[in-house]
C-alpha cells in the first residue's frame, strides 16, 4: 500500500490508473479553464490565524447539513460518470461516504442508477437533478428519487447548457468509451481499471437508459445535454419541481448576490456557492471570492454551502471560517476513486478530515461549528474592486 499523504498523492494514481479520456474528464474545466484554475489559487491567498497556549482536548467536527447530523461539514458532490472512474464507482463512494459519516450526493449523470445506489447503502443519501425538457422523465424520475428515500434534492441550476471542455472533444469522451485506436493503446496501460469493468454490467448511464423516451446517442454527453436538458429552466419551472417533489431542496450554483436573494427567498433549504469546479461560464469568479459577499447578503436567511477548489482540509477550514455551513468536494474524491476505489473515497475523506483536525487545533478552536472570521488572515484586496 503506497503512502498516502495528501489529495495530490491521491491525483497521481488516478491518473495511472484510470483511461486518459476519464481523468482528463474530471481535470477540466471549461474553455481556458480560468475559473477551474482560480477556485483552487484564490485559497491559497488565505492564510491561518495561528494561536497557542490553548487547551486542544476533546476538539469536535461533527456539524449538521440541512438538518442532518454529519462527521465533518463535507458533503461528496454530484459528479457525473462517476462509475467510469471505477466500476461501480457510485456504489463505492456512497458506502465510503455512509461509513464517513458525511453526505453523498447522486448525479442524474451517474452510471449506477438511484436503485442500485439505494440497494448497496442503508442511510439516505442525496440526490442531483438535472431538468430535461421531457417533464414524464423528470417526474418519473423524482418518483423514483422518493421511492429509493433520498433525504434532499439537489437541483443544479448553472448546466442547462454545456460549457466546451477542450479535452473531452479532442478525446472524444463516450460512456462506454468508443474502441479507437488511441484508446486502445491507452487502455493497454490500463487493464486493472479494464479487469474491473469486465466484471460489471454498469456501463451506461442508469439513471437513463430504460427509462428516457426518444434518447439517441446516450455515449456522448455533450450531444445528450444539447438534446434533453431544458434551456428554458426558470424560477417558475423551479417552483414546480419544489412542489412535485415536496422535500428538502438545495439549490446547486449560486454565484450572484442577487441571485442568492432570489434563492433565499424562494425558501430553499441550502444554496452551494458554486461554479461547477469551473466546467461551466469560464471567467466566473471563483467559488471562494464569491461566499464572503453571498454571506453578507443572504447569510441570516438560508443554509450556505459551498464548492470548487477544496483539495484539503485546510481549504474546508477556510469556507467554514468564511461563513459556509457545509462544503462539498468533487474532484477530491474522484482521485480517491480512480486510484483505489471504494478504499481510496475513503482515504480522501480521512485526509481531508485529518487536516481540518489538526488545522483546527492549531488555531486554537475545539469546535468546528466555532470558526469564524477570526481565524483567517485575508488580504486587503481578496475580493477586489469589480465594477
Ligand atoms: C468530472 C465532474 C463531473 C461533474 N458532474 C456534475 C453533475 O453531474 N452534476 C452537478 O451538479 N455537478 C457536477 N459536477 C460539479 C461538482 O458537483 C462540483 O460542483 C465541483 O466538482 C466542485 O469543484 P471541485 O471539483 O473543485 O471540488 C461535476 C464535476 C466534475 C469534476
Same mark, same amino acid.
Given at each position: 500500500?503506497?503512502?498516502?499523504?495528501?489529495?495530490?498523492?491521491?491525483?497521481?494514481?488516478?491518473?495511472?490508473?484510470?483511461?486518459?479520456?476519464?481523468?482528463?474528464?474530471?481535470?477540466?474545466?471549461?474553455?481556458?479553464?480560468?475559473?477551474?484554475?482560480?477556485?483552487?489559487?484564490?485559497?491559497?491567498?488565505?492564510?491561518?490565524?495561528?494561536?497557542?497556549?490553548?487547551?486542544?482536548?476533546?476538539?469536535?467536527?461533527?456539524?449538521?447539513?440541512?438538518?442532518?447530523?454529519?462527521?465533518?461539514?463535507?458533503?461528496?458532490?454530484?459528479?457525473?460518470?462517476?462509475?467510469?472512474?471505477?466500476?461501480?464507482?457510485?456504489?463505492?463512494?456512497?458506502?465510503?461516504?455512509?461509513?464517513?459519516?458525511?453526505?453523498?450526493?447522486?448525479?442524474?449523470?451517474?452510471?449506477?442508477?438511484?436503485?442500485?445506489? &439505494?440497494?448497496? /447503502?442503508?442511510?439516505? %443519501?442525496?440526490? $442531483? #437533478?438535472?431538468?430535461? =425538457?421531457?417533464?414524464?422523465?423528470? !417526474?418519473?424520475?423524482?418518483?423514483?428519487?422518493?421511492?429509493?428515500?433520498?433525504?434532499?434534492?439537489?437541483?443544479?441550476?448553472?448546466?442547462?447548457?454545456?460549457?466546451?471542455?477542450?479535452?473531452?472533444?479532442?478525446?472524444?469522451?463516450?460512456?462506454?468509451?468508443?474502441?479507437?485506436?488511441?484508446?486502445?493503446?491507452?487502455?493497454?496501460?490500463?487493464?486493472?481499471?479494464?479487469?474491473?469493468?469486465?466484471?460489471?454490467?454498469?456501463?451506461?448511464?442508469?439513471?437513463?437508459?430504460?427509462?428516457?423516451?426518444?434518447?439517441?446517442?446516450?455515449?456522448?454527453? &455533450?450531444?445528450? /445535454?444539447?438534446?434533453? %436538458?431544458?434551456? $428554458? #429552466?426558470?424560477?417558475? =419551472?423551479?417552483?414546480?419541481?419544489? !412542489?412535485?417533489?415536496?422535500?428538502?431542496?438545495?439549490?446547486?450554483?449560486?454565484?450572484?448576490?442577487?441571485?442568492?436573494?432570489?434563492?433565499?427567498?424562494?425558501?430553499?433549504?441550502?444554496?452551494?456557492?458554486?461554479?461547477?469546479?469551473?466546467?461551466?461560464?469560464?471567467?466566473?469568479?471563483?467559488?471562494?471570492?464569491?461566499?464572503?459577499?453571498?454571506?453578507?447578503?443572504?447569510?441570516?436567511?438560508?443554509?450556505?454551502?459551498?464548492?470548487?477548489?477544496?483539495?484539503?482540509?485546510?481549504?474546508?477550514?477556510?469556507?467554514?471560517?468564511?461563513?459556509?455551513?457545509?462544503?462539498?468536494?468533487?474532484?477530491?474524491?474522484?482521485?480517491? #476513486?480512480?486510484?483505489?476505489?471504494?478504499?481510496?473515497?475513503?482515504?480522501?475523506?480521512?485526509?481531508?478530515?485529518?487536516?481540518?483536525?489538526?488545522?483546527?487545533?492549531?488555531?486554537?478552536?475545539?469546535?468546528?461549528?466555532?470558526?469564524?472570521?477570526?481565524?483567517?488572515?485575508?488580504?486587503?484586496?481578496?475580493?477586489?474592486?469589480?465594477?
Amino acid at each position: 500500500m503506497p503512502v498516502i499523504t495528501c489529495i495530490e498523492d491521491l491525483k497521481r494514481m488516478h491518473r495511472r490508473r484510470a483511461p486518459r479520456m476519464f481523468f482528463d474528464y474530471c481535470e477540466s474545466g471549461s474553455y481556458t479553464e480560468q475559473t477551474f484554475r482560480d477556485n483552487c489559487s484564490d485559497f491559497q491567498k488565505i492564510r491561518l490565524r495561528q494561536k497557542v497556549a490553548v487547551d486542544m482536548l476533546g476538539r469536535s467536527t461533527r456539524s449538521e447539513m440541512i438538518g442532518e447530523p454529519v462527521a465533518m461539514p463535507v458533503a461528496l458532490a454530484p459528479v457525473g460518470m462517476t462509475g467510469m472512474q471505477c466500476a461501480d464507482g457510485e456504489i463505492k463512494a456512497a458506502r465510503a461516504a455512509e461509513a464517513f459519516g458525511v453526505p453523498y450526493t447522486l448525479s442524474t449523470m451517474s452510471i449506477c442508477s438511484v436503485e442500485d445506489v &439505494a440497494a448497496a /447503502t442503508t442511510k439516505p %443519501f442525496w440526490f $442531483q #437533478l438535472y431538468v430535461m =425538457k421531457d417533464e414524464e422523465f423528470v !417526474d418519473g424520475m423524482l418518483e423514483r428519487v422518493k421511492k429509493a428515500g433520498c433525504s434532499a434534492l439537489v437541483l443544479t441550476l448553472d448546466l442547462q447548457i454545456l460549457g466546451q471542455r477542450h479535452k473531452d472533444l479532442r478525446n472524444g469522451l463516450s460512456a462506454p468509451p468508443k474502441m479507437t485506436l488511441p484508446v486502445m493503446l491507452d487502455l493497454a496501460t490500463k487493464w486493472g481499471w479494464g479487469l474491473e469493468m469486465l466484471k460489471t454490467q454498469r456501463r451506461s448511464f442508469g439513471n437513463i437508459v430504460g427509462h428516457a423516451k426518444g434518447v439517441g446517442d446516450t455515449s456522448s454527453l &455533450a450531444s445528450w /445535454t444539447a438534446e434533453q %436538458f431544458d434551456p $428554458q #429552466l426558470d424560477w417558475g =419551472k423551479i417552483a414546480r419541481l419544489r !412542489d412535485k417533489w415536496g422535500g428538502k431542496l438545495i439549490l446547486k450554483g449560486i454565484l450572484d448576490e442577487e441571485d442568492a436573494r432570489r434563492a433565499a427567498d424562494f425558501g430553499a433549504d441550502a444554496i452551494i456557492v458554486s461554479n461547477h469546479g469551473g466546467r461551466q461560464l469560464d471567467g466566473a469568479l471563483s467559488s471562494i471570492r464569491m461566499l464572503p459577499p453571498i454571506v453578507r447578503a443572504v447569510g441570516d436567511q438560508v443554509e450556505i454551502h459551498m464548492d470548487g477548489g477544496i483539495r484539503s482540509g485546510q481549504d474546508v477550514l477556510k469556507a467554514l471560517a468564511m461563513g459556509a455551513k457545509g462544503t462539498f468536494i468533487g474532484r477530491s474524491y474522484i482521485y480517491g #476513486l480512480g486510484a483505489m476505489g471504494e478504499a481510496g473515497v475513503r482515504r480522501a475523506l480521512e485526509v481531508i478530515w485529518k487536516e481540518l483536525d489538526i488545522s483546527m487545533a492549531l488555531c486554537g478552536e475545539k469546535d468546528v461549528k466555532a470558526l469564524g472570521p477570526h481565524n483567517l488572515l485575508v488580504p486587503e484586496d481578496f475580493e477586489g474592486r469589480w465594477a
